[in-house]
């Protein structure tokens, strides 16, 4: 795995005493003050910037979706990508509004299709087995997930993307996401499990048993990432997973976006800790299991509307918000500067 080295602490408090100049009362841009500062330390620099944007969307389909656990078929899976690559998803328009680039990953997509220019292929099989009846995928096809991802993460890396963020898609996935926070939290599935898509009283029934019968029949290791992703997981998480390791290595912050994303963003920071310090949280999701992974990695979310979407939408709009803090650092006048009395 790949080594990756924890943010500037020393820089982060000298980017603090610069905003603290600022014409302003200490502190009183709160955390747009903090996210400043996290980049900065992130990217060893007193003058962070943002060069280019990209969020990632990897897809891919879940064995689990055959036991009833989401509102739509498993067939919405490739034809969200179609959108995807026409440009005709929410990620699409709230990227485009942040000058961000989506890169749209197959990662095992169960529905034949024929592809598409704008889509990566990195299926590494035809959707996962049903973890209600053994692992979700092997160790080797966890690891091999994963290994994609690190490798569009330093691959974006050398195109000179300096902030990425995590999407993605799949039909069952808030199923999976669930199961890895139960296993990783040692929680019960009614602590961390939301209705994802909307299913009904008795959907939720059915993904609740699912998560309980994976969790007993798997007893996935929460100590062991790679084995919480094999059991449980799935290959668009895996792959994500994969993404913020390899966007760590190279110093670029990693915006988070809902449950799966950051059920993801959890499992790297179980396989390299460090990850921990690159992640910027974008948002607080309707679904519950999303503020108890965001709690346990002691993460406070930027936004809060009442989102639950996924492909990234959350991470887009934070983007916004880094853009902000970095221009605060840059452009605004000190008490010094502008000849205005200090306290």
């Known amino acids: 795995m790949l080594t990756v080295l924890p943010p500037d602490e020393t820089l982060r408090a000298k980017v603090a005493r610069r905003l603290d100049a600022k014409t302003k009362p200490p502190r009183s841009l709160g955390r747009l003050e903090d996210l400043a500062a996290t980049v900065a330390a992130i990217q060893r620099t007193e003058q962070p910037s943002v060069r280019k944007k990209a969020i990632v969307v990897m897809a891919g389909d879940h064995g689990v979706a055959a036991s009833g656990v989401s ?16 440009g005709g998803a929410a990620i699409c328009v709230l990227a485009r509004q942040a000058g961000a680039e989506v890169v749209i990953v197959d990662m095992g997509c169960a529905t034949a299709w024929k592809g598409h220019p704008a889509v990566l292929d990195r299926r590494i099989a035809k959707g996962t087995r049903d973890f209600t009846k053994g692992p979700a995928m092997t160790r080797e096809e966890a690891q091999k997930a ?48 939301g209705r ?38 799935g290959f668009e998480i895996a792959g994500l997973a994969g993404v913020a390791i390899g966007a760590a290595a190279r110093r670029v912050p990693v915006v988070t976006d809902g449950l799966i994303a950051t059920a993801a963003a959890l499992a790297a920071t179980r396989l390299v800790p460090a990850v921990r310090g690159y992640l910027i949280p974008s948002h607080g999701s309707v679904e519950i299991g999303h503020r108890r992974l965001l709690e346990a990695m002691n993460l406070k979310p930027l936004l809060d509307l009442e989102m639950r979407l996924g492909e990234g939408t959350g991470a887009a709009l934070a983007m916004h918000l880094v853009d902000a803090s970095i221009r605060i650092l840059d452009e605004m006048a000190t008490f010094e500067s502008a000849g205005v009395s200090g306290p």
Do not use: C, H
Request: hydrophobic residues 45%; charged residues 25%.
């Open 146 to 193: 994963v290994d994609v991802g690190i490798a569009i993460a330093t691959e974006l890396a050398d195109r000179e993307v300096s902030l990425l963020g995590l999407g993605e898609m799949g039909i069952g996935n808030t199923t999976a996401a669930s199961a890895m926070a139960a296993a990783f939290l040692g929680l019960a599935p009614e602590e961390v499990t």
């Open 71 to 86: 509102a739509y078929p498993q067939e919405v899976t490739v034809q969200m990508l179609a959108n995807f690559a026409a």
């Open 196 to 233: 994802g898509t909307g299913v009904d009283d008795s959907g939720y029934r059915r993904k609740l048993e699912g998560i309980r019968r994976a969790l007993e029949v798997n007893r996935p290791d929460p100590a062991d990432g790679l084995d919480v992703l094999a059991k449980v997981g």
